[in-house]
Protein backbone atom coordinates (compact mmCIF):
# COMPACT_ATOMS: atom_id res chain seq x y z
CA UNK A 1 0.00 0.00 0.00
CA UNK A 2 0.89 3.49 -1.10
CA UNK A 3 0.95 6.20 2.07
CA UNK A 4 -2.03 8.65 1.35
CA UNK A 5 -1.74 9.39 -2.63
CA UNK A 6 0.02 11.96 -2.33
CA UNK A 7 -0.43 13.47 1.38
CA UNK A 8 1.82 15.82 1.59
CA UNK A 9 1.19 17.62 -2.14
CA UNK A 10 -2.43 17.79 -0.15
CA UNK A 11 -1.28 19.64 2.60
CA UNK A 12 1.77 21.82 0.94
CA UNK A 13 4.23 20.05 2.46
CA UNK A 14 7.28 18.75 0.94
CA UNK A 15 8.72 14.81 1.46
CA UNK A 16 11.81 16.41 3.83
CA UNK A 17 10.29 18.70 5.68
CA UNK A 18 7.89 15.47 6.63
CA UNK A 19 10.94 13.92 7.40
CA UNK A 20 12.52 16.30 9.37
CA UNK A 21 9.54 16.56 11.90
CA UNK A 22 9.31 12.91 11.94
CA UNK A 23 13.07 12.56 12.50
CA UNK A 24 13.72 10.06 9.80
CA UNK A 25 15.34 10.81 6.54
CA UNK A 26 14.08 12.20 3.48
CA UNK A 27 14.62 8.78 1.94
CA UNK A 28 13.24 7.09 4.63
CA UNK A 29 9.99 8.54 4.20
CA UNK A 30 10.02 8.29 0.18
CA UNK A 31 9.93 4.72 1.15
CA UNK A 32 7.06 4.90 3.18
CA UNK A 33 4.87 7.05 1.02
CA UNK A 34 6.05 4.85 -2.13
CA UNK A 35 4.93 1.62 -0.09
CA UNK A 36 8.46 0.21 -0.05
CA UNK A 37 8.94 0.27 3.68
CA UNK A 38 6.35 -0.06 6.83
CA UNK A 39 6.59 2.36 9.35
CA UNK A 40 6.84 1.72 13.01
CA UNK A 41 3.88 2.31 15.04
CA UNK A 42 5.30 5.51 16.79
CA UNK A 43 6.64 6.63 13.09
CA UNK A 44 3.50 6.33 11.64
CA UNK A 45 2.06 8.31 14.96
CA UNK A 46 4.74 10.87 14.23
CA UNK A 47 3.80 11.45 10.34
CA UNK A 48 0.06 11.48 11.49
CA UNK A 49 0.94 14.17 14.24
CA UNK A 50 2.83 16.45 11.33
CA UNK A 51 -0.66 16.57 9.08
CA UNK A 52 -2.87 16.51 12.16
CA UNK A 53 -4.55 13.36 11.53
CA UNK A 54 -6.36 11.52 14.20
CA UNK A 55 -6.67 8.13 13.20
CA UNK A 56 -3.34 6.91 10.97
CA UNK A 57 -5.30 4.86 9.35
CA UNK A 58 -6.03 7.60 6.73
CA UNK A 59 -2.50 7.83 5.85
CA UNK A 60 -2.77 4.78 3.72
CA UNK A 61 -6.19 5.66 2.41
CA UNK A 62 -6.03 7.34 -1.02
CA UNK A 63 -9.84 9.06 0.30
CA UNK A 64 -9.19 12.44 1.75
CA UNK A 65 -6.83 12.84 4.30
CA UNK A 66 -8.84 15.16 6.51
CA UNK A 67 -7.79 16.68 10.00
CA UNK A 68 -10.42 16.18 12.53
Keep these: DTMGCGVGVKHGITQVQVASQVGITSISYQ ?26 RQLWSCNSVVAQ
Design 31 to 56: RLEYGQQRPSLQTAIRIADVFGVLDI
